[in-house]
């Protein structure tokens, strides 16, 4: 016997979930609020590229966006469906040596310790602009609580 078949909307790529973010950002955020996006995992880097970004102070583990309104806040994009931070863990170079991989879990709590105010995780644009309201961030359309 065999499963009935059912239709599942396809699940966006977290890069198309960024777009989408960054373009609501670009319309909707107020003055003096502002926003940059950290888009480390954006591209794939070439081995002598990771190692020349992270020679220039490049970090592993920061959110995805960055909003700064009397404060900084973080949000952290996530394909619909998962949610996990990723855990700090160690790996081998190629002669052996053993190599720590910061992960976000750490590197978050870091951050908040280190005056961050909150860093939250959105699946959607929907879920970004709810975070961004409960933060109380200025944006067009939106009554400021």
């Known amino acids: 016997m065999t499963a009935p078949f059912r239709l599942r909307p396809p699940v966006p790529l977290e890069r198309d979930i960024h777009e989408a973010c960054a373009r609501a950002l670009d319309a909707l955020l107020l003055p003096p609020a502002l926003w940059f996006a950290y888009p480390a995992g954006a591209s794939q880097l070439s081995p002598q590229q990771q190692a020349r970004h992270s020679r220039v102070g490049l970090k592993r583990g920061l959110p995805d966006i960055f909003v700064l309104h009397g404060g900084v806040y ?3 994009l996530k ?3 998962t949610g996990r931070l990723s855990k700090t863990r160690i790996v081998r170079t ?5 190599y720590v ?4 879990a750490e590197m978050f709590q870091r951050l908040v310790n280190a005056g961050v105010r909150e860093i939250a995780i959105a699946h959607s644009v929907t879920e970004m602009l709810g975070h961004l309201e409960r933060w109380g961030v ?3 359309g ?3 609580a």
């Open 74 to 76: 973080g949000i952290e």
């Open 79 to 81: 394909r619909p469906g």
């Open 142 to 144: 939106m009554v400021a």
């Open 94 to 98: 190629r002669r052996g040596s053993p």
């Open 138 to 140: 200025p944006l067009r």
């Open 101 to 104: 991989l910061v992960g976000q």
